[in-house]
């Protein structure tokens, strides 16, 4: 498990590595020696050890005051020219409120973004150019509260939370990932080992939002999301290509699980795209393309638990298992309406129903949606708001009308040229 140090200025620095602090402190007393002895060489004065001393504290205490008044935005850059040599030294410098404006470049360090302070930690032009990289060995992220958004977090290796790990069960710090690419992240040591490769939460009232979460592997369960943190929401996210043995895509406990895109996952025992041993809502998702691999009858496409679910408004489509690829198993105790559970292995909803449920092809606007990853609806689409089998449904799926009545595919310049020879 990741270990999650307290990161105030003075008190965090018994938890860091030695090599860790004495490069921050080092980095603070060189700026702030050098800018005490400018100042005496426009004096005249000459420096001596126990003002310069006095001049570090004072003005360090000074700073932290003023960056927890006024919200200071530190910057780091790839070369360590900014206010900061490393993520985490920025970090250690922060205070409540502050933002850390990170560089352009591919930063090689663990990121702790913990003790419960509200931090917005954010990358100056997004996930593509912007990467906190684990290099295999060791985890990438952790964080309880604050703001982490715009990077590509990858190659993590670790037991739980490779790419991600978000903590503090015990309290409500709301932490919020947004934005970020969360991908190729490792969790497999040994089998059954380990959960959530790309994100591990078990934080109250998380926010885990508008990611791409991709190509993450666990020898365990959850490979793209474990999620046990209590009223907290994965929205908006595409969560694809991930492994494990059981759930590949989402394991969730109590979570709304609403818009996001569940594709092409691999869970070999089950839940092939989500499991939700209890949930909220899972509302407004689109399940394609997610596959199991034993021959037993499971859930190729989403499976929840013995305490239900509210299951409302799903694409649950094109799921296999060797033939026994169920779209959707659900307990007794769950509400199961305006789903559309098409092109599965078998397509009938297992547990309780509803006659508001249709089986159609939901007409998405790219003739092959899993490669393009458009999953917008075609206008005629009965997926469409208005044009369910039930109208009080509304839109069934993550998306909505993107085209008219026709699909549309990506053709070469060859192929084009061909078209009129």
């Known amino acids: 498990m990741l270990t999650r140090p307290v990161v105030g200025v003075s008190a965090s620095n018994e938890n860091l590595n030695s090599w860790e602090r004495v490069d921050i402190m080092r980095y603070v007393d060189n700026q702030a020696i050098s800018s005490r002895l400018g100042e005496q060489r ?11 001393t006095r001049w570090i504290l004072g003005s360090f205490l000074l700073a932290a005051l003023a960056s927890s008044a006024e919200g200071r935005t530190w910057i780091v850059e790839a070369d360590g020219s900014g206010d900061a040599p490393t993520i985490q030294a920025a970090i ?21 973004l913990t003790g419960g302070r509200n931090i917005d930690l954010h990358s100056r032009l997004g996930p593509a150019v912007t990467a906190i990289d684990g290099e295999g060995t060791r985890p990438v992220l952790g964080l309880d509260a604050g703001i982490v958004q715009g990077f590509t977090i990858r190659n993590g290796y670790a037991q739980t939370g490779a790419g991600v790990f978000i903590g503090q069960a015990d309290q409500v710090t709301s932490p919020i990932l947004r934005n970020n690419i969360i991908e190729n992240n490792r969790g497999t040591l040994y089998p059954d080992c380990c959960v959530g ?8 009232g998380a926010r885990i939002e508008g990611n791409i979460i991709r190509h993450n592997e666990v020898f365990g369960v959850g490979g793209g999301i474990w999620d046990a943190g209590m009223e907290s929401s994965i929205l908006e996210n ?4 991930n492994l494990a043995e059981s759930s590949g895509g989402v394991h969730s406990f109590a979570s709304s699980v609403r818009g996001n895109l569940i594709l092409g996952n691999f869970g070999r025992f089950g839940g092939g795209g989500a499991t939700l041993v209890s949930c909220v809502e899972f509302r407004n998702n689109t399940v394609v393309g997610n596959t199991t691999a034993n021959s037993f009858l499971n859930a190729a496409g989403v499976q929840t638990g013995s305490f239900g679910c ?13 033939g026994r690829g169920i779209g959707l198993i659900a307990s007794e105790f769950s509400t199961v309406r305006c789903n559309d559970v098409w092109g599965n292995d078998i397509d009938t909803i297992s547990g309780p129903s509803d006659p508001s449920n249709f089986s159609a092809d939901p007409l998405f606007c ?29 839109q069934v ?25």
């Open 42 to 52: 426009l004096s005249g004065a000459r420096p001596t050890r126990r003002a310069s």
């Open 92 to 112: 250690l410098l922060a205070q409540e409120g502050d933002d850390i404006e990170v560089g352009p470049g591919v930063y090689r360090e663990t990121v702790y």
């Open 197 to 204: 490769s790309g994100v591990y939460n078990i934080a109250v």
């Open 238 to 241: 595409t969560i694809s290509f």
């Open 310 to 322: 509210v299951l409302e408004q799903n694409i649950i489509a094109s799921n296999r298992g060797n």
């Open 366 to 394: 790219a003739a092959e949606p899993l490669l393009s990853l458009n999953f917008l609806l075609r206008s005629n689409s009965p997926c469409a708001a208005g044009n369910t089998p039930t109208p009080s449904c509304g």
């Open 397 to 421: 799926g993550a998306r909505g009308v993107g085209c008219g009545t026709v699909a549309t595919a990506k053709r070469g310049w060859g192929e084009v040229k061909q078209l009129f020879r």
